[in-house]
C-alpha cells in the first residue's frame, strides 16, 4: 500500500464551547474519491476547511505528502491551492470571478504559475470548456450571463486546469435543480476518472456519494460515527446515526 | 487445487438500532470454498441467508465474523479484514458480482456502462466497447438500446446490461445472484452458454439459481444455506 | 535667494522630511515596494500633486535646480504653480532646460532627453496599486504583492486581447520591477514604460492621497506586462512633430481652429524647443 496523498489524525477544533470536530483522522490515497457526509452541524464543511489549511486546528496535524500543511506557511498553501490541489465551491460565484471572462476565469490559474502566451492559454481554456460541456462560443462571456449548473462546470474547469492531485469539493451541486445535479455529478465522476484524480467531497446527498466515492465517512456532532467501503456502509451501517441517515433517504 | 475463494466460519448477524435493538442473526459458522472452473449453487429456503452470503463475498456487507479468502495477484487476502482499497482493487481485477438489481447512473449509456470495468481494468477505450457491444448483441439487447442510459429499461432488459457488465471483464472469481430471474427461454439459454465459457478458462462461480434448469445446467454441487435457529 | 518667514526649507519641517526620507530609502531598497508615509497637508489639494511635491520637498537641498513639467510642459498652470512654490519657500533655481536640473517634478510624462546619474526624477501618483481595480480588497492586494501572485494582472491584459484584439492600456501600463514587483508606473503614456528600464536617474514615486512612496534605483530591470504572441509596443500617434519634424518623441495633438483643423506637436516643450534651436542656423544658412 503506497503513502496516502493526504493524511490527518487527531483534529480537534473547538469554537468557544462548541466542539466542531473531536479527534478527527482521515486520509486520502492516489485516485480515490472520499466523501464526508453528515447534517448540518456534523462537523464536515469544519473538516473540509481544516484539511485544505483554510482553519488552523486546536490539535492534530494534516499532512500533505508528508508536510505539515499548517506549518508550511501561507505562501507554501496558496502555491499549493493553485497547483497541486483545487477547491471547488459550494457557492461557484464564491470560485469565481465575475467581472472575467469565461475563458480568463479558465486561465488565470494557467497565468500565475508563469503562462505567457496568449493563443496557448486560449486553446487551454477551450479544451477545458469542452470537457465540462461549456459551448465554446461563451468563452469571452461573463459568468454572470451563466445558469448555476454552468456557472459551477466553469469553476470547476477553472479548478482542473493545472491538473491538481486533490480537489477539495464543498457541498458542489448544493443550490442546483436535480437534473442539473445529476449533469455535475456525472461530470465529476468521469473527470475524476479520467484525470485520476483525488477527491475529497463534503456533501449531505447520500445518493451523490453513493454514485462518486470509493469510500465514505459518516460524521454527527464532529466525530466520525463510521467509515469503510461506500457500498458497504450505506447497504450494511453498523452504526445507530448512520442506519438513521440512510434510513432517512427518500428513493426516487 | 486451491480454492479461489473460500470462507472460514463466515457468520453475519443484523443488529437494528431503529427499531429498538434488534438482533437478527442471518448466517453462521459458514465454511464455502469454490475452486477455479468450479460453479457452486446456493440452496436454501428463501429468506435463509443466500443473499446476504453472497454480498458479504463481495464485501457489501460486513462480515461479522470469520474469514473470507479469495485468491488475488497470486496471494490470499481476507476480504473480511481488509482494507477499503484493498478491497476495491479485488473488485477491480479478480472479483466480479452480477446483483438482481441495476444501480442506474443517470446519463450513462448502457454501452458506456458495461464497458466502465474494463476500462478501469485498463482496457483500451474502442476494445472495451467493441466487447461491450458484442456481448450486449449476444445477450439480444437490441442496437437501438445500446446509446440509451437504462433508466427506462424493463427489468429483463436492465438484468442484461448487468450481466454484460458482470461477463465482459472475465474475472477468475465471478458472484451470480438470480442472474435469470426476469428473463425468458431463450436468453436464459445464452446465459447458461455464458456461464459455461466462464467456467471453461477457469472462473470460480458462486450463484444462486431459482431456476432448476439454469441449476442443472451449470451447478457443479449445491452448497446448503439454512436459516439459523434464532436463540436470542 | 531667500525664503518665506516663518516656514522651513523647502515647507516641510525637518522631522517630517526625516520621516519621507527613510520612507525613500525604504522604496529603493526594495524597487517596486510601495511604502506607506506619514502624508502631511500641503497647502494644495490632493490630486494636484502632494506626494510629489512631499517626495521633492524631502530630497531638495539650496544647490540644487528644479525643473516642474506637467504632461511634458513647463509652462501649464500646474507646472508654473509648482516651480513658484518651490521658489517661494525654497528659493532654489529653477529651469525649463532637461539637462540643466538635478531634480524633475514630472506629472504624467517623461522627458525625452535621457537623463543623468547625477538627476532624480519624481513622479506624481494618483493611484499607486496596480491591482487597484482587479482587487478592491487593498489586504488582499497586499497579500498578492507579498506572494508575487500577479496572475490577475495578466487576466487583465488577456480579456483586453479577447475583447479587442490587442492589449487596450495606453497609460499607466502595468511593469514588473526587478523581476519581483508589480508597479504602476503613474499615468506616463505607455510610450515612456520603456525609458524606465535601467534609467541612470533615480526615479521616485509619491502619492499624496494614497500615502505612498516607491522608488527605481539607478539601472533596474523595469519590464512592461505582456504577452510572447502580443508583445508591448510603445504607441505614439503616427505623424512628425509640426515644430520639430521629430518622428520618434511623444505627440499632442492640438486643436487649431473650429473648423477641424489640427497639429501635431511635441508633448514634451524642452525637447521640442532644443530641437528646433539646433535645426534653426542650419535653416538660416540654407
Known amino acids: ?252 | 487445487m486451491t480454492p479461489a475463494l473460500r470462507t472460514e466460519g463466515l457468520a453475519k448477524a443484523f443488529t437494528l438500532h431503529l427499531q429498538g435493538g434488534t438482533h437478527i442473526p442471518v448466517l453462521s459458522g459458514i465454511d464455502l470454498a469454490v475452486r477455479p472452473g468450479e460453479c457452486v449453487a446456493l440452496w436454501g429456503p428463501s429468506g435463509a441467508g443466500k443473499s446476504t452470503l453472497m454480498r458479504c463475498l463481495y464485501g457489501n456487507y460486513g462480515a461479522g465474523s470469520g474469514r473470507i479468502i479469495l485468491r488475488h495477484r497470486g496471494r490470499d487476502i481476507d476480504l473480511a479484514a481488509a482494507d477499503p482499497r484493498d478491497v476495491i482493487e479485488a473488485r477491480r481485477e479478480t472479483l466480479g458480482y452480477v446483483s438482481q438489481f441495476l444501480r442506474v447512473i443517470p446519463r450513462v449509456a448502457t454501452r458506456d456502462i458495461v464497458a466502465e470495468p474494463m476500462i478501469t481494468r485498463g482496457v483500451p477505450r474502442e476494445e472495451a466497447l467493441a466487447r461491450a457491444t458484442a456481448l450486449l448483441r449476444r445477450l439480444n439487447l437490441p442496437d437501438r438500446l445500446h446509446g440509451l442510459p437504462p433508466a427506462t429499461f424493463s427489468g429483463g432488459e436492465q438484468q442484461r446490461v448487468n450481466l454484460a457488465r458482470g461477463f465482459a471483464p472475465g474475472y477468475p472469481v465471478l458472484l451470480l445472484d438470480e442472474p435469470t430471474a426476469s428473463l425468458d427461454a431463450a436468453n436464459r439459454a445464452g446465459v447458461i452458454a455464458l456461464i459455461n465459457e466462464a467456467k471453461a478458462q477457469g472462473a470460480a462461480i458462486v450463484g444462486i439459481f431459482h431456476d432448476a434448469e439454469v441449476r442443472e445446467a451449470v451447478a457443479d454441487r449445491l452448497f446448503d444455506v439454512l436459516p439459523v435457529q434464532d436463540a436470542a | 535667494m531667500s525664503t518665506m518667514d516663518g516656514y522651513n526649507f523647502a515647507y516641510l519641517d525637518e522631522a517630517t522630511k526625516r520621516m519621507i526620507r527613510r520612507a525613500i530609502l525604504k522604496a529603493v531598497a526594495i524597487p517596486g515596494h510601495q511604502i506607506p508615509f506619514g502624508a502631511r497637508e500641503m497647502p494644495l489639494p490632493y490630486g494636484w500633486g502632494t506626494g510629489g511635491i512631499q517626495v521633492t520637498a524631502s530630497i531638495l537641498g539650496p544647490a540644487d535646480t528644479l525643473k516642474v513639467i506637467d504632461q511634458g510642459a513647463d509652462d501649464t498652470t500646474n507646472a508654473v504653480s509648482i516651480r513658484r512654490f518651490f521658489t517661494r519657500v525654497a528659493g532654489v533655481e529653477t529651469t525649463a532646460r532637461t539637462g540643466e536640473a538635478s531634480i524633475i517634478q514630472t506629472r504624467h510624462r517623461i522627458p525625452e532627453k535621457p537623463l543623468r546619474e547625477d538627476q532624480i526624477i519624481v513622479y506624481q501618483v494618483p493611484q499607486p496599486e496596480p491591482l487597484f481595480m482587479l482587487e478592491p480588497r487593498r489586504a488582499e492586494a497586499k497579500r498578492l504583492h507579498a506572494l508575487a501572485d500577479y496572475g490577475l494582472m495578466h487576466v487583465r491584459l488577456y480579456e483586453d486581447i479577447a475583447r479587442l484584439g490587442h492589449i487596450a492600456k495606453a497609460y499607466d501600463y502595468p511593469v514588473m520591477v526587478n523581476a519581483r514587483y508589480l508597479m504602476s508606473p503613474s499615468p506616463i503614456p505607455a510610450f515612456d514604460n520603456p525609458k524606465m528600464h535601467r534609467m541612470a536617474a533615480l526615479q521616485l514615486f509619491g502619492a499624496g492621497r494614497e500615502k505612498r512612496i516607491y522608488a527605481i534605483p539607478p539601472h533596474t530591470e523595469v519590464h512592461s506586462l505582456d504577452f510572447e504572441d502580443h508583445p508591448f509596443r510603445p504607441i505614439r500617434a503616427p505623424h512628425a512633430c509640426a515644430l520639430c519634424r521629430s518622428t520618434d518623441t511623444y505627440l499632442d495633438e492640438v486643436i487649431t481652429d473650429d473648423a477641424g483643423g489640427r497639429m501635431f506637436v511635441c508633448s514634451d516643450t524642452d525637447f521640442c524647443a532644443e530641437r528646433q534651436a539646433r535645426a534653426a542656423p542650419q535653416e538660416a544658412a540654407e
Open chain 1, 1 to 252: 500500500m503506497t503513502a496516502p496523498l493526504l493524511a490527518a489524525e487527531g483534529l480537534t477544533l473547538r469554537f468557544g464551547a462548541i466542539p466542531a470536530l473531536l479527534d478527527v483522522a482521515i486520509d486520502v490515497a492516489e485516485g480515490e474519491v472520499v466523501a464526508i457526509v453528515g447534517e448540518s452541524g456534523s462537523g464536515k464543511t469544519t473538516l473540509l476547511r481544516v484539511l485544505s489549511g483554510m482553519m488552523t486546528p486546536d490539535a492534530g496535524t494534516v499532512r500533505w505528502l508528508g508536510d505539515d500543511v499548517h506549518a508550511m506557511g501561507e505562501a507554501a498553501r496558496r502555491r499549493l491551492m493553485r497547483t497541486a490541489w483545487g477547491f471547488v465551491h459550494q457557492n461557484p460565484r464564491d470560485g469565481l470571478r465575475l467581472a472575467v471572462s469565461a475563458g480568463g476565469n479558465v486561465g488565470e490559474r494557467l497565468m500565475a504559475v508563469g503562462a505567457r502566451h496568449y493563443g496557448n492559454i486560449r486553446a487551454e481554456a477551450l479544451s477545458w470548456l469542452a470537457k465540462v460541456e461549456i459551448d465554446g462560443h461563451r468563452i469571452d462571456d461573463l459568468p454572470r450571463t451563466f445558469s448555476g449548473g454552468m456557472q459551477q462546470r466553469l469553476q470547476i474547469a477553472r479548478t482542473l486546469v493545472t491538473r491538481p492531485r486533490l480537489v477539495f469539493m464543498d457541498e458542489p451541486t448544493g443550490g442546483l435543480d436535480v437534473s442539473v445535479q445529476a449533469r455535475l455529478l456525472d461530470l465529476i465522476r468521469s473527470l475524476s476518472r479520467e484525470l485520476g484524480l483525488s477527491v475529497l467531497i463534503v456533501t449531505h446527498d447520500i445518493a451523490a456519494a453513493r454514485l462518486l466515492a470509493d469510500r465514505i465517512l459518516v460524521m454527527r456532532r464532529g466525530r466520525v460515527v463510521e467509515q469503510g467501503l461506500t457500498d458497504r456502509v450505506l447497504d450494511d451501517p453498523q452504526h445507530p446515526y448512520t442506519q438513521l441517515l440512510v434510513s432517512s433517504v427518500l428513493a426516487a
